[in-house]
Every structure is written in structure tokens, then in C-alpha cells.
Nanobody, 123 residues
Framework: QVQLVESGGGLVQAGGPLRLSCAGSGRTFSNYAMGWFRQAPGKEREFVAAISRTGGSTYYAAPVQGQFTISRDNAKSTVYLQMNSLKPEDTAVYYC????????????????WGQGTQVTVSS
């Protein structure tokens, strides 16, 4: 089992930055590739970004490429999502998730999930 807890969400004005954190516990954090997903009201949960076990490789969904940056600190068992130039359409609940597979983007390919953190971008 891997327990994941997100933090850092909140209300931000359009154009502003926000950094999300996801702290892991339980099984060895570095065994897992980590991903961020988001779910807006009335929409399906969608892939945002992923990072490999060592942090040496990253992968982004097209809409956030160049705007968001995923990183991890295995010594702290934490993965981050730096979000810049936020737009109202980035408003969603953001989830982190853990997978034994790399470069996977579908919800069912991630075994462990956090509870989510709300990000609201005002115009």
C-alpha cells in the first residue's frame, strides 16, 4: 500500500502560480512512477503529468506542456506540480497517483491515489 496526501491547492488569480505537493508513505516511494491528474466539475478525470521513478524523465499532457512542471524528491517521498500562468480552465480537483508502470496516462493504470486538492483560478 502507498498512502498519498496532496496539499497546496487554493484560490489563485488568473496568471498566477501555484505549487502542489503530494507526500507519500507506506511502501517505497521510489518504486513508483508518479502522476498528476485533474477533474473539473462534470468532466472525466484527465492526465496532467507524470514523472519516472528516479525523476529523470517527465511526460506532460499537451494542454499543460510548458506551463506545468512535475518534479519529485525521493528522500522526502514527495512529488510536486508547479503550475504557472494559471487559467480559469485549470480549475479542478488535482490528484496525485502512483503507478508501477512508466508513461501511462489512464486512470486505471495507477494503483494508488490521493484524496485530491482543489485548485480554483479566478478570472
Amino acid at each position: 500500500q502507498v498512502q498519498l496526501v496532496e496539499s497546496g491547492g487554493g484560490l489563485v488569480q488568473a496568471g498566477g502560480p501555484l505549487r502542489l505537493s503530494c507526500a507519500g508513505s507506506g511502501r517505497t516511494f521510489s518504486n513508483y512512477a508518479m502522476g498528476w491528474f485533474r477533474q473539473a466539475p462534470g468532466k472525466e478525470r484527465e492526465f496532467v503529468a507524470a514523472i519516472s521513478r528516479t525523476g529523470g524523465s517527465t511526460y506532460y499532457a499537451a494542454p499543460v506542456q510548458g506551463q506545468f512542471t512535475i518534479s519529485r524528491d525521493n528522500a522526502k517521498s514527495t512529488v510536486y506540480l508547479q503550475m504557472n500562468s494559471l487559467k480559469p480552465e485549470d480549475t479542478a480537483v488535482y490528484y496525485c497517483a502512483a503507478s508501477l508502470a512508466w508513461r501511462v496516462v489512464r486512470v486505471h493504470e495507477y494503483a494508488y491515489w490521493g484524496q485530491g486538492t482543489q485548485v480554483t483560478v479566478s478570472s
